[in-house]
């Protein structure tokens, strides 16, 4: 029949006080799960995890003594895990593959045309337009009436800013230049924040704009581009 | 191992190669069958959780919904329900007619409980006022959470209703005086099945309900 | 354990219900009500085989519509919604209404025989099972009749165009009639499947281990083991479709929150087993032939088996690659690409060992050892078509291009088909007790691959020039005209050999001049060729003890102590399950239970939708009752007494 061996009546009684005490102990639990969740004071990953682990001790009781298969041949319990192994194998991936999707809300390449002007206060590594030639600022200083020479030195290349703002979630982060005259390229790694608003400059060789750029943004199981 | 020619309890059941009754192996085959079932629809609502919280700018926090003083009594109820088949299958296995008619109503009362819960759940979501959460909307804006949430819920009750189906059957059958320790392989089989209907709730509670409150 | 005999005792008779509106058909019912009610297993894979070629003939005109239409630039045969359903309904039909159920018709009629059974573990579910399919089948096709006319969202029906929101045709009904045609389909599939596995665990004869089992048989357990563990998964993601579509839920809305990418994973979770489920039955065919017509034992059977038993599971962990270019990320399509580039390896296993089974063999060209070689040859290059798919930057090129086309039919028709019409030439005699003409057998051979290369094998060229899939028609001036014409012409060819063999097939249970059979026309191996040609009702007078694999062989050339024995004859007789009407029933409510569920909506004057669901309740009260009085009416029985040796 079930396995079971001479005597059923006795063997059935013992089980009555092991399914009893069984049904308070998951009560029990079932009553810890609530309870930690009406306590907020308990950080939110080990409340998730407290709760998964008072699930598979549940389940696991339920499965082993009220459904028999402690006292059943072991061929039923096979059965029953190649099932519940597939399953979680398979949604493991497939929750795992669920991912938000970055979004390049905006991203631009914009050359830097400021000329110098005099009395203002300027940063170190600021770019400035004199006339036709380019110069970084050496240090942070207040300009005079005239341009100084000694606080720029002159540079080769003509700076842009480049900006742009991620939202969705990214892990990386690449920007390169599509023209293999003018080439750029930046790879970062973003903390998987939500959103992500940057700006850097970069030194180029000629004169570029955003269509001679792209931008490419990857988070664990997305990736997207923008041009 | 049992002896068929031994045992006049087991006259109905034909030998079998592994010493295991045909239809027990049918429903443990069955029931990692029902793994996969209840595996894609609790994915299917954890996936939208996590990509589709926010749907066009409607953010629902699950929490001015969800009552979960209600949702924790239905689990107590369903708990004790598996405590009283348990029980069933126990005593017709003594052969104690009187006692599995008992258990077998008791698990049919507090599965209906738990039904009943069910449905006051969801008519109280889909009404709450300033908080409705129907199949497709929620505050009549466009979102996912109803529809994964009645769903896998209302499937999981599903899969209640018919076995509280299968236990009344029992029930009536065990007035009719033809039942016996004959048939408790059967009401073990009925068994297995209301067990793993209460396992699938003991994983749908936390990660569907308490969750929620854990983010 | 495993030597316990199988007796059926004789159930109380008082517990039955009797029932004047159905009286449960006796023993010696005969002729329409016979075949309605059978409960064993042998009719039961008959009708099976029967119903899935006329389908193949159903999924062949539409596909020779198909290369019709593609015969030349710019034809006007289908337009584009007629040739979107073509493929829809050609594809559906041949996976879900051919290529499954002869699977299923040879593991009904020769796995229980194969064991040493007399019928599977529950025969009334047997033809429960059996009916679903017929009601599936039926489903699917009414729907050219309604609005919209068929489906026309392919085999695999990617959300978003099964949206309402995207029907072509205001109203469209044609994916709900595949939506529940295929849950009908699924349930049928999935309760044969809890059949056959109990059956083959539980009851087999006495010394019949797992490792003394056919191959064919262990085929029939993994894949009945795949069919429970991935149907699941469809039939969830057509439900979730269906709620969209009549409940206006989001599962697939883009809009409202739904992701269409996560149909493509559960369709495929589902898809990707599926497509193992298709070919495992024709290897394990394969498995049985080659050793017979090479009269040499299987080569490596332990490893045969244990690859089967691979790749069924592997066979979890690969759908994605049919998503690689859907933008999934790094991680998740390297991952699958090496998992499927692993996938090859217990399937060259298999090659090899066949083989290595043929080395050194006396081997005979027979109609089924032919069509078993054009499996081997025909399914490796299926093979190495979609290892070359598996590198993920290839499969950017391949994605919905003909080589894809060319790639499934090599190994679906060169693979699945031809094994199963090895299975049928095989296997045919000893279900009708004739043989086949061995001449005719090879003509459809001949037809068969003649047809099938020349069609499929351009495919490759034309994928990689260019030609897309599912596109109802090209222009002029890329070429295509040319291997196109070859397809068509080939396609017309495998046709025409197709429907010699169907004919074949049927002609030899009517036709009194073919030569009768014998028991063992093959010199064959396993414990089916012990039996008489045509089977028994009763398959086995006395259940055989079995002391080595391929019994029959050990028998007829093995050393005495390999030689089966028989149990002691029996005087209670044979017990035999009742006929029942209770399954026929069932499969009628839930046929229309989903007919109720597929019209239950109209719009009434005002313009308000109505909801009535009357019919779907009676067509649900009707299955209720078939199963309440089934499980009232018990397993029921009758004794019959062959004589002692009588097989």
Redesign the interface.
């Known amino acids: 029949m079930s396995g079971h061996s001479e005597d059923p009546v006795a063997e059935e009684s013992k089980r009555f006080f092991t399914f009893f005490n069984l049904s308070m102990f998951l009560v029990a639990i079932t009553g810890v799960e609530i309870v930690i969740i009406y306590v907020q004071t308990f950080e939110s990953a080990s409340i998730i995890g407290v709760l998964f682990a008072t699930s598979i001790i549940k389940f696991f009781g339920v499965v082993w003594w009220f459904m028999h298969l402690r006292w059943d041949k072991i061929l039923n319990t096979i059965l029953f895990l190649m099932g519940l192994v597939i399953a979680l194998g398979t949604y493991f991936a497939v929750i795992y593959m669920a991912d938000s999707h970055p979004v390049v809300e905006k991203f631009e390449v914009a050359k830097i045309e400021d000329a110098w002007k005099a009395d203002h206060s300027y940063q170190a590594s600021d770019y400035v337009l004199q006339g036709s030639t380019y110069f970084q600022a050496k240090k942070d200083h207040l300009s005079n009436k005239s341009f100084e020479p000694k606080h720029w030195k002159k540079v080769d290349g003509v700076p842009h800013a480049i900006t742009f703002r991620i939202t969705g979630g990214a892990d990386m982060i690449e920007i390169n230049s599509k023209n293999p005259e003018n080439p750029y390229f930046h790879l970062s790694h973003p903390d998987g924040v939500e959103e992500i608003e940057e700006s850097t400059t970069a030194l180029l060789a000629t004169t570029a704009s955003t269509a001679d750029f792209r931008i490419k943004v990857r988070s664990e199981a997305f990736w997207t581009e923008s041009q | 191992m049992s002896d068929a020619s031994a045992h006049a309890l087991e006259h109905h059941e034909p030998v079998t190669s592994t010493g295991i009754p045909n239809k027990k192996v049918l429903m443990w085959a069955f029931l990692g069958s029902d793994c996969m079932f209840f595996g894609t629809l609790i994915s299917t609502h954890l996936i939208y959780r996590k990509i589709s919280a926010t749907v066009g700018g409607n953010f629902l926090d699950i929490r001015d919904v969800f009552d979960i003083e209600l949702t924790s009594f239905s689990t107590f109820i369903l708990l004790a329900s598996s405590l009283f088949m348990a029980l069933a299958v126990s005593a017709i296995h003594k052969g104690n007619l009187n006692s599995t008619r008992w258990m077998l109503f008791g698990t049919i009362v507090f599965g209906s409980i738990f039904l009943a819960c069910q449905v006051y759940e969801f008519t109280h979501f889909v009404h709450a006022p300033g908080n409705e959460l129907t199949l497709s909307t929620y505050r009549g804006e466009p979102h996912v959470f109803g529809s994964t949430f009645y769903v896998l819920t209302g499937t999981h009750g599903t899969h209640v209703a018919i076995g509280v189906f299968w236990l009344l059957g029992w029930l009536a059958y065990s007035f009719t005086g033809k039942m016996s320790t004959a048939h408790a392989l059967d009401v073990e089989i009925c068994g297995l099945y209301w067990h793993f209907v209460d396992i699938v709730w003991i994983i749908i509670f936390p990660v569907i309900y308490l969750m929620e409150y854990a983010m | 354990?495993?030597t316990?005999?199988?007796?059926?005792?004789a159930?109380?008779s008082d517990?039955k219900v009797k029932t004047q509106v159905f009286p449960r058909p006796g023993q010696h019912t005969t002729g329409l009500v016979d075949w309605l009610t059978t409960i064993d297993h042998k009719k039961i894979g008959l009708m099976y085989g029967l119903t899935a070629l006329f389908f193949l003939i159903i999924g062949g005109i539409e596909a020779l519509l198909i290369r019709s239409q593609l015969w030349d630039h710019n034809m006007s045969v289908l337009t584009n919604r007629e040739y979107n359903q073509m493929f829809t309904m050609h594809g559906t039909t041949m996976v879900f209404l051919v290529i499954m159920p002869l699977s299923a018709a040879f593991f009904n009629f020769i796995m229980p025989l194969q064991i040493g059974a007399r019928d599977v573990?529950?025969p009334r579910m047997n033809t429960l099972s059996l009916w679903c399919f017929i009601a599936g089948g039926l489903i699917l096709n009414l729907s050219w009749f309604f609005t919209g006319g068929s489906p026309a969202i392919g085999w695999f029906g990617y959300a978003p165009l099964t949206d309402t929101r995207f029907a072509e045709v205001i109203g469209d009904m044609g994916p709900d009639f595949w939506i529940f045609s295929l849950q009908i389909l699924g349930v049928a599939s999935?309760l044969a499947s809890?059949?056959f596995?109990?059956t083959i665990?539980?009851?087999?004869a006495p010394g019949?281990t797992m490792m003394r089992l056919p191959v064919f048989t262990w085929m029939t357990l993994i894949v009945s083991?795949l069919i429970?563990?991935?149907?699941?998964?469809i039939?969830?993601?057509l439900?979730?479709l269906m709620?969209?579509r009549t409940?206006?839920?989001?599962?697939f809305?883009f809009?409202?929150?739904?992701?269409p990418h996560?149909w493509q994973?559960?369709f495929w979770?589902f898809g990707h087993p599926e497509v193992y489920i298709l070919i495992l039955p024709a290897m394990g065919i394969v498995s049985e032939v080659i050793p017979v017509f090479s009269r040499k034992p299987l080569f490596g059977y332990g490893l045969i088996v244990f690859s089967g038993a691979i790749i069924g599971f592997m066979g979890?962990?690969v759908w994605?690659h049919h998503m690689f270019t859907t933008?999934?990320?790094?991680?998740?399509t390297s991952a699958f690409a090496m998992l499927t580039m692993l996938i090859a390896i217990p399937t060259g296993v298999k090659i090899f060992n066949w083989i290595g089974t043929m080395w050194g063999g006396r081997i005979r060209f027979d109609t089924p050892m032919l069509f078993a070689l054009g499996f081997i040859t025909m399914f490796m290059i299926g093979g190495f078509t979609g290892i070359m798919h598996s590198s993920v930057p290839i499969d950017a090129q391949h994605q919905d291009s003909y080589f894809v086309v060319a790639h499934f039919h090599y190994v679906l028709i060169g693979g699945a088909l031809f094994g199963l019409y090895c299975g049928f030439y095989f296997w045919l005699p000893k279900m009708s007790g004739r043989l086949m003409n061995e001449t005719l057998g090879k003509i459809v051979f001949t037809l068969m691959f003649i047809g099938f290369n020349l069609t499929f094998f351009p495919m490759h060229y034309l994928g990689m020039i260019g030609q897309p899939r599912r596109t109802h028609t090209y222009n002029e001036g890329h070429g295509f005209e040319m291997w196109n014409q070859a397809a068509t012409i080939g396609a017309f060819i495998l046709g025409v050999g197709i429907v010699i063999g169907i004919y074949q097939f049927v002609n030899s249970f009517f036709n009194r001049k073919l030569k009768p059979a014998g028991k063992n026309p093959w010199d064959a191996r396993t414990l089916e060729w012990t039996l008489s040609s045509p089977v028994k009702e009763y398959n086995f007078s006395r259940t055989p003890i079995i002391k080595a694999r391929d019994q029959a062989w050990e028998d007829n050339y093995g050393p005495k102590e390999n030689h089966s024995e028989k149990e002691p004859l029996d005087h209670h007789g044979v017990h035999m399950p009742d006929r029942s009407w209770w399954p026929l029933v069932t499969a009628l409510g839930l046929f229309g239970l989903t007919i109720g569920m597929l019209f239950h909506r109209t719009i009434d004057p005002s313009g308000e939708l109505v909801r009535d669901y009357t019919y779907p309740i009676l067509g649900g009260v009707v299955m209720i009752t078939g199963i309440?009085m089934w499980?009232l009416e018990g397993p029921g029985g009758y004794h019959l007494f062959p004589k002692e040796d009588e097989e």
């Open positions: 354990m495993a316990e005999s199988i007796k059926y005792l159930p109380d517990n573990a529950f999935l809890f059949n596995i109990t665990i539980n009851m087999r019949m083991f429970i563990l991935a149907f699941p998964a039939t969830i993601a439900v979730e709620f969209d409940y206006g839920t989001n599962f809305d809009l409202e929150g739904g992701k996560l994973h559960l979770i979890f962990a994605s933008g999934m990320g790094v991680v998740a309440i499980a």
